[in-house]
């Protein structure tokens, strides 16, 4: 017994200091989105779970952050202005580069990407399951060859697909 109680406060605790990494948390229709900045730059946008509870902004640049995604998720033509903290392999952030230059209704393919880079499809999905700062960096923009939906952060199924889907819809792809 005294060990469960152990294990249980550890799981507290280890919530507790990862709800720290967060300084705001809005609702989206999909999800919460939890926003993590440092100093000047935005580093990480997660999907939480709808139940998560909100959190104000602690900081101007989550202030920011919190209203740019808003007004994306009311005009999905909204152009985000935001300083991108992006730490990845050179090859992540080439493909990030690329995929931010994907406007809003439009799609394109793992497979052009790739090309456009000169590496392979399956290299330009894995870049993308690793961006941190999704919607900002539109990843749910870049689909399979073959026109369906391809992964999305690295799950080919489920609940990531559907906000895949619902983002599309929302630019009306």
Known sequence: MLEQKSVSKLKHRQ????????????????????????????????????N?????PSTPLAKEVSAQ?????KDPRYAFDLSLHI??????????????????GQTCSYAEIAEKIHSAPRAV????GANKIPI??????????NGSLG?????????????KRWLLQHESI
């Open 52 to 56: 998560t509870p909100l959190m104000t």
């Open 15 to 50: 919530k507790v200091v990862a709800d720290n990494r967060f300084q705001a948390k809005i609702h989206a229709p999909f999800a919460v989105l939890g926003i993590c900045t440092d100093e000047d730059w935005l580093t990480e946008i997660d999907y939480l779970p709808l």
């Open 87 to 104: 730490s990845g392999t050179v090859h992540q952030r080439r493909v990030w580069e690329q995929i931010q230059g994907v406007p809003s």
């Open 151 to 163: 992964g999305f952060m690295n799950a080919r199924e489920g609940e990531p697909l559907d906000i």
């Open 136 to 145: 900002v960096i539109p990843c749910h923009r870049i689909i399979a060859k």
């Open 125 to 128: 999905g894995r870049a993308c």
């Open 69 to 73: 995604l808003k007004a994306y998720l």
